[in-house]
């Protein structure tokens, strides 16, 4: 079973356009996470979320953790080429040490 | 600005090999990870260390072993390989543990094909 589960698995849009991946789960967790990794690199993190119903902006992305902590959304305003790849969220059940990592979202701008 | 570095970068081997992976960082950082990186399956856990001396398992364990000798160094050492244990492994190395919401570094990743 996925603890946390990822959509759309797959994205592919026009440079310029907004979209929105998901992150869910039925779990509840203490913090959230979001990763992008590009081909044949590792992960790097983009941020990290604490509170329910925090709203973190870096630049022209936008991330949301639910209120209820069970899930999270990241908002791209006017994708550009460089945004393209593999975004990944990462969870921290209550009472846990352990991250889990969601499925992904392979995201492609396309100039 | 090395951070985290894996050796090797790609690697085939024949079922019933065995292998290390290598990992070191130069951040000083405490704790360390190895993950694997299946298609349409996000990242595993395999084992984690979080000092010098001190390892525990994670969600995929069997199959592997791991040492941590000194803070800088965390090789995944792979008995009797298997065609399941294909897969793109990712070191990954924090200041402080995930518990406190710790920024994971990840190496480059090795991409092991098991033949």
């Known amino acids: 079973t996925q603890l946390l589960e990822q959509s759309p698995q797959f994205l592919s849009i026009q440079e310029g356009e907004n979209l929105t991946v998901y992150c869910n789960s039925s779990?509840?967790?203490?913090?959230l996470q979001w990763y992008r990794q590009e081909p044949g690199e590792g992960p790097v993190l983009l941020v990290t979320?604490?509170?329910?119903?925090e709203v973190k902006k870096l630049k022209r992305l936008t991330f949301q953790f639910g209120d209820a902590r069970k899930d999270s959304s990241l908002h791209i305003t006017a994708a550009q080429p460089g945004d393209t790849g593999l975004y990944l969220c990462?969870?921290?059940?209550?009472?846990?040490?352990?991250?889990?990592f969601g499925t992904g979202t392979r995201l492609t701008i396309i100039p | 600005n090395a951070g985290v570095t894996q050796t090797p970068k790609f690697r085939i081997l024949k079922i019933g090999q065995s292998m290390t992976l290598q990992c070191t960082q130069d951040?000083?950082?405490?704790?360390m990870y190895w993950y694997r990186q299946d298609p349409g399956m996000g990242l595993k856990l395999i084992y984690y260390?979080?000092?010098?001396?001190?390892?525990d398992k994670g969600e995929v364990p069997n199959g592997y072993n791991v040492s941590r000798s000194t803070t800088e160094d965390f090789p995944l050492r792979l008995e009797l390989a298997a065609p399941s244990q294909t897969s793109v492994y990712f070191c990954?190395?924090?200041?402080?543990?995930?518990?406190?919401?710790?920024?994971?570094?990840f190496g480059e990743g090795s991409r092991l094909t098991v033949l």
């Open positions: 260390s979080v000092g010098a001396g001190i390892t």
């Open positions: 979320v604490v509170t329910g119903g």
């Open positions: 779990s509840v967790f203490s913090s």
């Open positions: 990954a190395s924090s200041r402080s543990g995930t518990g406190r919401t710790g920024e994971l570094f």
């Open positions: 951040m000083n950082h405490n704790y």
């Open positions: 990462a969870a921290l059940p209550f009472g846990n040490e352990k991250l889990t």
